[in-house]
């Protein structure tokens, strides 16, 4: 019965792992063992800032409505909770882009939110 190798299943990972690795500086390209560790902790921040990529756009977000929200002389929290009072359920980014592209219907918006608020 003839010999096997594992060396067909272990070419295959390691030509997995060069071909994440490319363009690399240095023996992280082309040391299996560093390539490999380099390669395991980019996957590492990349699921990491998968998350925080939505932290960071809420927050991008709410400093372009809170500009706005100011431009229209109100603050951001008042704003919000004049447009949920009022019932206007636009989502934040939704808001942030009125803010940015049309910001007379940015304005619309704030003067219903502020006529709410003297109502109540």
Do not use: C
């Not at 390669?39 to 500009?67: H, M, P, S």
């Amino acid at each position: 019965m003839p010999r096997t190798t594992s060396a067909p299943a272990r070419n295959k990972r390691k030509k997995k792992i060069f071909r994440e690795a490319k363009g690399y500086f240095g023996g992280r390209k082309n040391l299996f063992r560093t390539a490999k560790d380099a390669v395991e902790k980019g996957w590492e921040y990349a699921y990491r800032d998968r998350k925080n990529k939505k932290r960071t756009f809420r927050r991008l977000w709410i400093a372009r409505i809170n500009a706005a929200a100011r431009h229209n002389q109100l603050s951001y929290s008042v704003f919000m909770n004049g447009l949920k009072k009022s019932g206007i359920a636009l989502n934040r980014k939704a808001l942030a882009d009125l803010a940015v592209r049309n910001p007379e219907a940015f304005s619309v918006l704030a003067d219903r939110a502020r006529e709410q608020l003297k109502d109540s």
